[in-house]
């Protein structure tokens, strides 16, 4: 599996920017993917995941109401729009596909959750 994520950037606080993530290798449209990140001197954390089929999504509690995701499986890809964007909201950002199949978009969240793993993507907000 290879997942290939663009669109980061540099952008001002309160600005916006899309993050897009391609996989290959096997069928993208069943497996629940997902977005992680990591700041400088911090662990990777969750940020967002969506189910296999579109319908059921899940947030971590510091981009809510800010972030959206989605896929095309048409393109074999999910995006992640990121608006109202904060300094805090400056990481390498991960797209992450779920290795074997899980419940719920919520599942992709869970640290026991096996995964493959795309290059990052480097967003940076400036204040």
């Known amino acids: 599996v290879q997942l290939q994520a663009s669109g980061g950037g540099l952008v001002q606080a309160g600005g916006s920017l899309r993050l897009s993530c391609v996989a290959s290798g096997r069928t993208f449209s069943v497996y629940t993917m997902g977005w992680f990140r990591q700041a400088p001197g911090k662990e990777r954390e969750f940020v967002s995941s969506?189910?296999?089929?579109?319908?059921?999504?899940y947030y971590a509690d510091s981009v809510k109401g800010r972030f959206t995701i989605s896929r095309d499986n048409a393109k074999n890809t999910v995006y992640l729009q990121m608006s109202s964007l904060k300094p805090e909201d400056t990481a390498v950002y991960y797209c992450?596909?779920?290795?074997?199949?899980?419940?719920?978009?919520?599942?992709?969240?869970?640290?026991?959750?096996?995964?493959?793993w795309g290059q990052g993507t480097l967003v940076t907000v400036s204040s």
């Open positions: 992450a596909q779920a290795i074997r199949g899980v419940t719920s978009a919520q599942g992709m969240s869970a640290s026991s959750t096996p995964r493959f």
């Open positions: 969506i189910f296999w089929r579109g319908d059921n999504t």
